[in-house]
Structures are given as structure tokens and as C-alpha cells.
């Protein structure tokens, strides 16, 4: 969708390989691996991708304009971070990337240098603790400029890239690679077949003309099939999740479980990439009840771009509301503000400067990241308290101890991934949240030697999320929904401390039920 919003310039004809650098992660950001249709951290807790898109470093370097198209540094960085974001998706050029067909343009921005100020940034990021989701964005067969997105990867370069990209992040835990922006851009005709294996195509995208126009130059071309791409990858030793987007730019998701490729690692470590528009085809809710849940149902799904053209949220409100609901990450296009060249009716753009200051379109990205985060630091910590007396000869001593909860990371937000359960549809996701919590509840009651006050403190507690429970019509009675807990991971508060966190349930359940 960038490369339909944004003109690009520049010429190029060859150049030599550029030789990789190396990243390395911060502690201060999440690991990501999956695990079924999860993506989960390092703690093996479920990790929802909520972030942005800055766009710019796609088209700056083919352009011979630099790198960057929109700061870039730890005080922009901040910004970001102030919107309650975990991830941020890094959008590449092909050619900039591995330092070819860039005749003309500044070296400073190609190659090695274009790789080492990628890496920069994505140290940045992790710094900050943020994921980073490394996207190849433009590409281009043989000789020609990648200077807009293909129908596909193209075998010439695509693998080559990957393979590149890959070495330099072998070793970084918080990367997630999406393996192409979105396949069959301009190309209706693209097979899941040829999405899957390769296939020749007929043209080749060539940029834009004066009024905006894709241009074409038409000749055949080998494309690099998904199968390919992840065989580069896990060939380079990289282990990191990768996202595949579907046919129709990534919006179509009708046949990817039957599509998917073979990964090497076991368990498999792929997921979905999905881009959805208010002016995409599967933009309703029963197309996504009938499209994409069934894959969130098989592998985690990253929505990688979400946005409207209206200078409004009213469309992104909606799906991000039903994403909720179906533990799928989702990504907001473009962190790029409206005070320069963007256009919130041209370019989503979600910012008005560079502060944070949302545009009328970002405001409704900013406040729903800033509701689910607030309904994860109410999950207040509790505090018990235990006295126990030991006699030592003939002196008494009386000592106090206290456990208490470790509340949350607002930049994780652990919504569950969906999972077939007996209750209605609609509520299922809530009352396995209910009945996490009050089983830990009842766990901590049961081994915990508090004293009366907090006995009554967590019986209180357990009595409110009973009776939430039986209004949100969860399937079993209210005093048995431990029970609906079996098989599920357990609580952090479980697993942690004694005495569990407060449950998330009064936001989130204003928006399921």
C-alpha cells in the first residue's frame, strides 16, 4: 500500500555486494518466538505487536535523498514509545540493502552504510523496548532500480537479501522478519501457488509518473516464492518468527493455511501478515470472522498495516476493537507527520509533528493503545502480609513478611490468543481471562498462610469477579469456572508471587460484550 501512496525517484544501474554488519538486542526488549497461534516472550507470556509504521527508509536511499525520511533518534523514539507501543515495523529497500543498482546515488547511502544505519535504529528501538519487525518493502529483478514493490520477490535479489539481513540479526532475539510487504501488488492474477513456489511474471514496476501513476516496464521475471524466502533465512542460521503476508497486498488470507510454507524449525516459527484499509476488499467483520480468524485460530496473525484516508479513526476503531478480541497484533501506517509533505488523506499520516501530537487519524490509534495499557496498570499489586513468631533461648521475635504482585509491563499486552472453548463466542476470551484469574486466586488462597485481612482482601476480590463472570454469561456456573482454566497457560500471578494481580476485565469486557 506504501508504494501506491508515495512517489519515489531516483536511477540505478549495479553495484557491488555490501558486506553485513551485526545487531544485537537490549535487554530492555521483549523476545519473540511462537508458540501455537501465539507470538509470546521470553517468559513464555502471550505477546500482542501493537506499534507503527514510520515509512521513508523504503524509498529515501533509491532516491538519493538520504535514509531516513522522519527522525529517528531516542527523543523521536520516545515519542513513540509515549503511545504505549511495543514494535515498530522497518520498512527496506532491496537494492539500498545489499548495495546493487545504485549507480548515481551518494554511497553514503547504500550498502554498508545503509545496513549500519538500519542496525542503529534497530538497536535504538530494543533500547527503548521495542520489537523491530524488519519488512522487505521495494525489490526489483535484474538490473532494474527497486524503486517501487513487485506482484512478488523477485529470485534475482529477494533470497540474497534475506540471507543478508538474517546474518546481520542472527543473534537478536526482538526481531520479527516480514518476508514481503504484499504479495500480488498490481497483480490480481497472482496464483497461491506462485505466492508459494515462484512463477514467471510479465512486468515490472518501475515507479511513478508525475500525477502518481505505477509505471511499468514489461519483460519476464522469476519471482521468489515464500518457500524460498524462509529457506534463506533459516539457511543463514536465524531463528526469529517470520510473517507472510497474503495475496491482494497482504489482505487476502483465504488460502494461506493451505499454502503455508515448510519451516525447518520445530515448532515452526511462521506466522500471518495482514494489511487492512477502510478501501481494502476484506474490510468487514464477517470477512474477517470468515478470513482471517480461522488463520489467528492456526498461527499468530500481525496485522503490519492498518489505516483509513479519511483523516478519521472510525474504521481502525472497529477492527482494532475485533483484533482485540482475536489476540492479533496490529501495526498503525504511518508514523509520519502532517506538519511536513504528508497528507492524512493520501498518506495515513499519524501524527501532526513529531512530539507525539496525534493527527485526527492517529488520535483513535493513540487512545485505544492508551486504554488497553491503562487496563493493564489497574491490575494494581496486592500486598500480604504474614506474621510468624519464633523463640530463640528466652527472647521472642516477631517478624513480618509481605509478598507482592509484579504488576504488568504496559508495553506487553497479554491478551490470549484465541482458543475453541464451550462458551459464547463472543465472550470466550473474556471468561478464560476470569477464569485464569480467579483460579490463581483460589491457588494463592489455598498455599498462602495470610493473615485474616488479606483473606478477606482476596475473597472480596474473588466474590467481584464471580459475579462478573455469571453477567458476562460465561457457559459455567461462577463457583466452577476454575475449571474452564484447564489447559491454559497459567497466570504470571501464579506463577510468580502468592497473591495475584486485579484482574483486566473491566475494560476489556466492555469491549466483548
Known sequence: ??????????????????????????????????????????NGQPLRLLGVNPIGTEYQCIGNSGIFDA???????????SWHINAVRVLLNED???GINVSGINPAYTGANYQHAISDYVSRLHAAGLVAVIDLHWNAPGAFPAKSQQAMADADHSPAFWASVAGTFVNDPAVVFDLYNEPGDN???????????????????????????????????????????VNAVR?????????????????????????????????????????VYATSACNTTTCWDAQVAPVAAKVPVVTGELGEYDCAHGFIDQYMQWADQHGISYLGLAWNATDQKFDCAKVPALIANYDGTPSPFGVGLRDHLQQLAQATTTSSSTTLSSTSTSTTGSSTTTSTSSSTTTTVSST????????????????SVGCQILAREIAAIQGAMDTTPAAPPAIRRAMRMLGRLQKQAA????????????????????????QAVPMPVMPLFPLWFGLWL
Open 1 to 42: 500500500m506504501v508504494a501506491a501512496m508515495v512517489g519515489c525517484l531516483g536511477i540505478a544501474v549495479a553495484g557491488p555486494l555490501a558486506r553485513t554488519g551485526h545487531a544485537a538486542t537490549s535487554p530492555a526488549a521483549p523476545s519473540v518466538h511462537v508458540a501455537g497461534n501465539t507470538l509470546v516472550d521470553q
Open 71 to 81: 527522525p529517528n533518534d531516542s527523543t523521536a523514539i520516545a515519542a513513540m514509545v
Open 96 to 98: 539500498c540493502w545489499l
Open 187 to 229: 497483480a490480481p492474477d497472482l496464483t497461491w501457488a506462485c505466492w508459494r513456489d515462484g512463477c514467471q511474471q510479465s512486468s515490472v514496476e518501475t515507479g511513478t509518473d508525475a500525477n502518481g501513476n505505477t509505471t511499468f516496464a514489461h519483460t519476464s521475471w522469476q519471482s521468489a516464492g515464500m518457500q524460498s524466502l
Open 235 to 275: 539457511a543463514a542460521g536465524a531463528r526469529q518468527p517470520l510473517i507472510l503476508g497474503g495475496l491482494a497486498d497482504a489482505n487476502d488470507l483465504s488460502q494461506w493455511v493451505a499454502n503455508e510454507p515448510a519451516d525447518t524449525l520445530n515448532p515452526p516459527q511462521l506466522g500471518a501478515s495482514f494489511h
Open 412 to 427: 506487553t499486552t497479554t491478551m490470549p490468543s484465541t482458543t475453541t472453548t464451550t462458551q459464547r463466542p463472543r465472550n
Open 471 to 494: 453477567k458476562a454469561h460465561c457457559a459455567a456456573p461462577a463457583g466452577a469456572l476454575p475449571a474452564l482454566a484447564a489447559g491454559l497457560p497459567a497466570s504470571p500471578a501464579a
